[in-house]
């Protein structure tokens, strides 16, 4: 909503400052969102009457013309055409400026020294116009006033008014909607009355009447039809077409303009038809399934049943509250209108005016509730603006319809102290409401009665009031106290479950890694699955996608968080980055069937090159397999999962180089993966070398996660280590041979650690030299060396019943650790 | 022999510690040593000869000689603890390195501004006994909507652009991706089963059809709620004072403004005053002193109803932040974007 603030002062005394104003407003829910000032810097303009006006010699579209303004007589040379005498024109003399600041001079014309300028609309910044000088006879001045030469334009005209822009909550954007409504607050902000607006009576019901039957008082409880005779062409008034431009509307037509004058100024939106189309009563009713309607912008509309519309004889004129029918539009030559004022129910309007995609001023005010308390009012007003723009006059008034009873709502004090704080009283109650229009009676102990005024649909319960007595007495001044047990130092609670453990733990280690985090969207594009080189029938394929996406590239809920990383690893790429490693720990969205997909929460991990840059201490560890690998080790050790995690070759990971991929497993469960990316995946993702990433199922570790619940009892005594080397092939599993050693080894193995991995040209063609160290130590003794000698045996003994395996040379250092 | 004097133990002595003072190797000092006090050295030499002088003159021999062994291998204990020190000084030069060449540090990542600032609001909520309690994105047009008192019709669903799901509605309506925390306040209103007092707070994920420097389509929320017998204004007012106090200083005040959402009545925006200027006006705030940080209110009687508490009974008040507009102010993020794209380059100064 616009508020041109020289309409607004028309019904209410405003402070000087715009500024005070607005924030006074903003401070009571009103929400002043700018003061704009359209007319900045105009100054000094005048009425000047033209006197006479040649043709300036040697030009061809210049006049020469003597003004006059007052008692001031000049001579200004003027390019405008149809310029005569008599006529009364906006002058800008020597001294004055234009609307933005333009100043003006005495100019020197062939030869002749122009005293300033004469004006047409647009150089007013004024709608309308026609390339002519701005006619001002008439009714020009704002409230229909004549100028006379001399008068002072700025003023009369308003243009240097200043415009409060409100941004409307939808509970205060109905009574909002209007210069009457914000005068309303105005008042009730700075306790000051209203100015009346005084309007002739309408006239009552005659010959001239028409009938009106309303089918469905539910949807239009009140309908005001008036007979209004002796239209003539005209043309708006500067003043008034200054105000609708100043509200936001364009100038249309005098009959329209004043319709929409009234509506800016009291809320309640009008329609006037030809009444020489109409045919018959008007019926307002709700519309057949498979009726039409020509609305007023030329197009043919399907009705849907209950769709409210104005009817007469031959069928639909107008779609209620939402727009005109184009048999009735009242045109340049209409004399006879039949003026509409009606109250119409806000579901209704808003609903089809939805489904039609006709949002208007008018629909937007009765969708949001408009006052049916104004229909007679504002009829008035327009009628008293057409006689005045027009000349027409009205005939007969026809008033149908129940109306709408005032709201009585109880409420409790009581209630009001607990929700606002003691203090605010029953008396506090009553002044507050008041001044908002509500009229307040005491009705027996601790409670009071407020009647609604109409203008107030959005007030329906007793909460409404205490917001109603919070806002009028001001937010500001309610007390302020900490809730009953609360303290600013408590200490916070731990976070719940298991769940946040590991999210937690998944963030501390992936930071203490060197991963940065990123929250990348949780929607992708379909096509990216085939950048991951996925097949049709890939499980992650089987994603949520959104109906309304903003676009093709947020189409799907993601089922990895593969795309959000590799995206990420994109970007940076992009910057000519040779090293990136990032992490998220968030959900991502498992279709189940139709029903409400599951959300498990993932920590996906991703880099390229190393850690960090080489710097003068060497390079850092490079970002590969191992070193998700390991993280994903690190989180599972963290968890005491560090003998559950198992580790497969991957299948079924078509993004990643087939040799370098491993699926995590905890117990029967695949839990997440870890690879290096595909020389594919590197150009399709742009990436400047191999990618690493891998994702784990935070949840899934979540629940088999095992708390460290107490202590191991640290050694008393010491330890031995021996080491086992062998030669083994170079596809066979260290984790097998590990648990073979394992088992082997029996209890008194506390340490087993693979310490070297040799595939060099030392090695066998297809083997490797692999190099285990074995920590021997019993909780209650000092192992002797034969004990020790014993358990080396019992392993390599084991080892060697392997066919493909082949010890090498015992290796004893005989050393304690 | 003479009558003992102190002559000749004079001279042995000056002269050893003319030879021990010349010594400049740890060797030097050594053949010094063995030189005076070794086994057939010159002191050990005459010290062995008072033996031999008459019983009435070794007393006083003895000692002038003790004292003169005494002195010797004192100056030879320092000289060798100087040599000893010198070696260790030389070594310790040789060893010194340049300490202006940067340092081997930990290669450690960067925590996103967002996740910082949630864990800091966490924090401070935590300690105003708010507990964390999260709910799914993928929510149901009743939790919602309905549930929060926003009808099908309702104006304020136009103020939500939601992204709908395309899966088959369930009995709670359709499936959409959250436009804001609020569901969780009903989850856990359900969850509590009418006990009291509930206190949570709602951190998460929330989305809405909007994209450009200010918005995105998915962005984050905090939301705090709390159910009581006899919670009101005042009550609201104070918990966001002391939340103000705790994230920007105990200058920090605060400013409610009448507003509108449809679960909560009263209303409220929330500002906060400007913490770049104090309030004095900047660029910032809009010369106002004042920057709109949360929307807030008391719980409407309908939520509490929806929720399985009786708004006879109880009473409570819910606020929301959102994270992005914090974390944009204190930082200065110019594009909303930034936070979502993972550039490396701004993550890291973080």
Not at chain 2, 197 to 225: K, N, W
């Amino acid at each position: 909503m616009r508020v041109p603030l020289g309409w607004l002062r028309e019904r209410v005394d405003c402070p000087e400052d715009p500024q005070i104003l607005a924030e006074r407003l903003t401070g009571r829910g009103v929400a002043v969102e700018a003061v704009e000032r359209p007319g900045a810097g105009v100054q000094g303009l005048v009425a000047a009457e033209i006197v006479s006006a040649q043709p300036l010699a040697d030009t061809s579209r210049l006049s020469i013309c003597e003004v006059r303004a007052g008692r001031r007589a000049a001579t200004v040379v003027c390019g405008a055409p149809g310029v005569a005498a008599g006529q009364l024109v906006p002058w800008a003399p020597p001294g004055a400026r234009l609307p933005g600041g333009r100043p003006i001079a005495v100019r020197e014309m062939h030869g002749v020294a122009s005293q300033g300028m004469l004006c047409s609309a647009a150089e007013l910044a004024l709608p309308g116009g026609h390339g002519g000088l701005l006619d001002l006879k008439g009714p020009q001045a704002v409230g229909g006033k004549r100028l006379a030469p001399g008068d002072d334009l700025v003023a009369a005209l308003e243009l240097d008014d200043p415009v409060l822009v409100l941004e409307l909550t939808p509970n205060y954007a109905a009574h909002c909607q209007s210069i009457l409504g914000v005068a309303r607050e105005v008042a009730a902000a700075f306790d000051r009355e209203l100015h009346p607006l005084p309007v002739p009576e309408l006239p009552p019901a005659g010959a001239a009447s028409v009938a009106v039957e309303i089918q469905v008082p539910d949807l239009c409880p009140r309908y005001v039809a008036v007979t209004i005779d002796g239209c003539r062409p005209a043309t708006t008034p500067v003043w008034l077409a200054r105000r609708l431009q100043a509200c936001g509307m364009r100038p249309l037509q005098p009959v329209v303009d004043v319709a929409n004058y009234v509506m800016l100024e009291l809320g309640q939106p009008l329609h006037t038809f030809d009444r020489s189309r109409l045919r018959g009563a008007i019926h307002v009713r709700a519309a057949a399934a498979d009726e039409r309607i020509l609305t007023l912008d030329d197009r043919e509309r399907d009705l849907a049943a209950g769709d409210l519309v104005i009817a007469d004889r031959d069928g639909p004129v107008a779609i209620a509250g939402v727009m005109g029918g184009g048999r009735t539009e009242v045109r340049a030559h209409t004399t006879n209108l039949l003026l509409e004022s009606a109250h119409f129910g806000a579901d209704s309007v808003a609903r089809t005016a939805r489904r039609l995609a006709l949002p208007s001023e008018a629909s937007g005010r009765f969708g949001r509730g408009a006052d049916p308390e104004a229909c007679r009012p504002a009829a008035a007003r327009a009628v008293q603006l057409l006689a005045l723009v027009t000349g027409a006059t009205a005939t007969a008034t026809t008033d149908a319809g129940p109306g709408v009873p005032p709201r009585l709502i109880p409420l409790r004090t009581a209630r009001v102290r607990t929700l606002l704080g003691p203090g605010l009283g029953a008396a506090v109650c009553t002044r507050t409401l008041r001044s908002l229009g509500f009229s307040v009676a005491a009705a027996g102990r601790g409670r009071l009665r407020a009647t609604v005024p109409s203008w107030r649909g959005d007030v329906a319960e007793e909460v409404d009031l205490v917001e109603e007595v919070a806002r009028a007495y001001g937010y500001d001044r309610l007390r302020s106290a900490l809730p009953p047990g609360a303290s600013e130092t408590q200490t916070p609670g731990p976070a719940e479950g298991a769940l946040a453990t590991a999210a937690a733990s998944a963030r501390t280690l992936s930071l203490a890694g060197g991963f940065s985090e990123i929250t990348p969207y949780s929607f992708h594009a379909p096509a990216d699955f085939d950048r991951l080189r996925l097949p049709a029938d890939h499980p992650w394929r089987d994603a949520v996608a959104i109906g309304n996406p903003m676009g093709e590239d947020q189409r799907l809920l993601r089922t990895t968080l593969a795309v959000g990383l590799l995206r990420t690893l994109e970007v940076n790429a992009r910057q000519h980055r040779t090293d990136a490693a990032v992490f998220e720990v968030g959900p991502v969205y498992v279709a189940s069937g139709g029903a409400r997909p599951a959300e498990p929460v993932r920590l996906g991990v991703a880099g390229y090159g190393r850690l960090r840059p080489s710097d003068w201490h060497g390079p850092a560890d490079p970002v590969d397999f191992w070193c998700i690998k390991g993280l994903f080790e690190a989180l599972a050790a963290r968890l005491g999962l560090e003998d559950h995690l198992t580790w497969r070759p991957a299948a079924g990971l078509p993004l990643a180089h087939p040799g370098r991929a491993a699926e995590a497993w905890l117990g029967g469960l695949a839990v997440g993966w870890a690879c290096e990316t595909h020389p594919e995946v590197i150009d399709t993702w742009q990436l400047p070398c191999a990618a690493a990433l891998g994702e784990l199922d935070l949840e899934a570790c979540a629940a088999a996660a095992q708390p460290l619940r107490a202590v191991r009892a640290l050694p008393r005594h010491p330890a031995s280590r021996r080491d086992i080397a062998l030669i083994a092939p170079r596809h066979r599993p260290t984790a097998e041979l590990s648990a073979v050693m394992r088992e082997a080894a029996g209890p008194l193995l506390a340490d087993l650690r693979l310490f070297d991995v040799y595939e060099g040209e030392r090695a066998p063609a297809g083997s490797r030299f692999l190099a285990f160290s074995f920590t021997w130590q019993a909780p209650d003794r000092t192992l002797t060396d034969a004990e020790v000698a014993q358990c080396d045996a019992a392993v390599r003994q084991r080892l060697a019943g392997l066919p493909d395996v082949r010890l090498r040379g015992a290796v004893d250092d005989g050393s304690h650790t | 022999m003479d009558t003992p004097r102190e002559g000749p133990w004079e001279a042995l002595v000056a002269e050893a510690l003319e030879r021990i003072a010349a010594a400049d190797q740890p060797d030097d000092l050594e053949s010094a040593r063995v030189h005076y006090l070794g086994r057939s050295g010159l002191l050990t030499q005459a010290l062995r000869d008072v033996g031999r002088l008459p019983a009435q003159q070794r007393p006083a021999a003895g000692q002038l000689g003790n004292a003169a062994r005494d002195r010797v291998s004192t100056a030879l204990e320092a000289r060798r603890a100087a040599l000893a020190a010198g070696v260790l000084e030389r070594r310790l030069a040789a060893e010194a390195v340049d300490v202006t060449l940067p340092g081997r540090r930990p290669v450690l990542g960067h925590a996103h501004p967002l996740r910082q600032l949630r864990a800091e609001i966490e924090d401070v909520l935590g300690r105003l006994g708010f507990a964390t309690v999260e709910g799914p994105e993928v929510e149901s047009e009743w939790y919602n909507f309905e549930a929060l008192n926003i009808p099908a019709d309702h104006p304020a669903r136009a103020m939500h652009d939601s992204f709908y799901l395309d899966l088959p509605p369930g009995p709670e309506g359709r499936w959409l991706l959250r436009t804001h925390t609020s569901p969780v306040q009903m989850r856990h209103l359900q969850a509590m089963r009418g006990r009291l007092p509930v206190r949570m707070q709602a951190p998460g994920r929330v989305y809405r059809r909007d994209d450009d420097a200010t918005h995105s389509p998915m962005f984050h929320q905090i939301e705090g709620l709390a159910v009581d017998r006899d919670l009101g204004m005042p009550h609201l007012k104070g918990t966001l004072a002391a939340f103000a106090r705790q994230m920007w200083g105990p200058a920090a005040r605060i400013r409610l403004r009448p507003s509108y959402f449809p679960f909560t009545e009263p209303s409220a925006e929330v500002d906060v005053s400007c913490v770049f200027c104090g309030g004095g006006g900047c660029r910032t705030c809009k010369d106002s002193g004042w920057i709109e940080i949360l929307g807030a209110g008391l719980v409407h009687p309908r939520v509490l109803s929806a929720g399985g508490y009786d708004p006879e009974a109880v009473s409570g008040f819910a606020f929301g932040i959102g994270l992005e507009r914090v974390a944009m102010l204190r930082y200065r993020i110019p594009d909303m974007r930034l936070l979502y794209e993972g550039d490396l380059r701004l993550l890291q100064q973080f």
